[in-house]
């Protein structure tokens, strides 16, 4: 492996991390808010960033709790993912790419997106039954663009999956 490949996975390693640490500070912060604005209702304006959920609040407490939870789901989800790509990036060895270990992970992080596309598809539809009542959220849920990287996570893992089965293949006829 040359240098320039190495430095290229070492900063990948920390945009990681960073971003693995970032999503749960939010994850958190966003469920700390949550339980704040039951307490609190007035909390509801501004859950996380300027979330504000105080419309669906009004219209009843098992109607917020629904929203904030899908949103913090995808959120967690989300988290859950970079740290498997960060698992992935322990297990991979680019001397011996070709492990049980890292199929097993490309195939679990295919999975982590698809959820994640799932959820936010069911988070979109559920808040866009809402605008005939005037409510009208403010959440970007990106669920499509995780439904395309689950897809193409999935062929790279069953592509991987068959590398896997000819190096050992050819580890057999030596």
């Known amino acids: 492996m040359n240098i320039s490949t190495k430095l290229i996975l070492d900063i990948l390693k920390v945009l990681t991390w960073v971003i693995f ?31 504000d959920l105080s419309e669906f609040y009004a219209e009843g407490l098992w109607d917020y709790l629904k929203m904030a939870s899908l949103i913090i789901a995808v959120q967690a989800l989300k988290a859950y ?5 960060i698992k ?13 270990s890292v199929g097993t992970l490309l195939i679990r992080i295919s999975r982590s997106a ?38 193409i996570i999935f062929v790279i893992a069953h592509i991987f999956k068959r590398g896997l089965e000819l190096q050992h293949d050819n580890e057999l006829t030596v």
């Open 81 to 85: 993912m970079f740290y498997l790509v």
């Open 88 to 100: 992935l990036f322990s297990a991979l060895d680019l001397g011996q790419p070709f492990t049980p």
């Open 21 to 51: 640490i970032g999503l749960c500070i939010m994850t958190g912060a966003m469920i700390i808010s949550t339980v704040v604005s039951m307490i609190n209702p007035v909390a509801s304006k501004d859950i996380y960033l300027g979330l």
């Open 114 to 151: 698809l959820e994640i596309g799932i959820v936010a598809i069911i988070g979109n539809i559920y808040a866009n039954s809402y605008l005939n009542a005037g409510i009208r959220l403010e959440h970007d849920w990106e669920g499509g663009p995780f439904l395309f990287l689950a897809g």
